[in-house]
């Protein structure tokens, strides 16, 4: 069965530290993977996409995250938060359907 | 810019009422979705139509139906409003690569906040 884990429900970083948001998927096919982010009161803006060409991806705003099947995880990554960047992030997981993760709500501290 | 345009941001109603979501999207795109989110569950797919007069059912279709008679348009239906239907409903359109193919990229419109009192 597919299913998408994002392993924290709430991470909270300084300004200017390192963000990491965790994502592992379960899938019987390779699956594109996708980070998808909502500020408040918005919809969902992609971020990223993996659809199994480079395993280090690059996204909007500084974002990145990295495929790693052995580890079945697409976690996504950036170097130093900034105050806009408090958001909730969705992992999710396509191959005949979509399914989205719980969501991780990021906070920034001054 | 794609833009998808959902008819209300808030919405109040009574249990019992038939309520309309409407979604309007603005770049011809094939795929249309409605998703409900609830804090601690994601989003859910509902509904998804894959071209005009068509539809297939989400993982949650129950207590909902959809119609899409137009391409660009895509409404959601609730017959009876129940509170447990008070939530955050979003639509999303994508390209179709294919026949039933679900999504790739999906663009999302700003969401509709509907209450069932």
């Known amino acids: 069965a597919q299913s998408v884990t994002q392993l924290d429900s709430h991470v909270s970083v300084s300004e200017g530290t390192p963000v990491l948001l965790r994502c592992n998927y379960s899938?019987?096919?390779?699956?594109?993977l996708f980070w998808y982010v909502q500020h408040p009161n918005k919809g969902l803006q992609l971020l990223l996409k993996y659809t199994s060409a480079a395993t280090l991806v690059k996204g909007i705003n500084g974002f990145e995250a990295e495929f790693k099947k052995s580890e079945t995880s697409f976690h996504l990554t950036k170097p130093s938060a900034h105050m806009s960047d408090a958001a909730e992030y969705f992992c999710?997981?396509?191959?005949?359907?979509?399914?989205f993760g719980s969501g991780t709500r990021l906070s920034i501290r001054p | 810019d794609v833009k998808v345009t959902q008819s209300s941001r808030y919405l109040v109603k009574r249990t019992g009422e038939k309520v309309f979501l409407e979604c309007v999207q603005d770049?011809?795109?094939?795929?249309m979705f409605w998703y409900r989110q609830d804090p601690g569950l994601g989003l859910r797919l509902i509904y998804f139509s894959y071209d005009v007069k068509m539809k297939e059912k989400g993982d949650i279709p129950e207590g909902y139906s959809v119609s899409r008679e137009k391409k660009e348009r895509f409404s959601l239906i609730l017959e009876s409003a129940s509170t447990n239907q008070t939530s955050m409903y979003l639509c999303?359109?994508?390209?179709?690569?294919?026949?039933?193919?679900?999504?790739?990229?999906?663009?999302f419109g700003p969401g509709t906040r509907l209450t069932v009192t």
């Open positions: 770049m011809d795109h094939e795929n």
């Open positions: 999303a359109s994508s390209e179709s690569r294919g026949l039933g193919t679900v999504a790739y990229e999906q663009y």
């Open positions: 899938s019987s096919y390779s699956p594109s």
């Open positions: 999710a997981s396509v191959t005949t359907k979509i399914i």
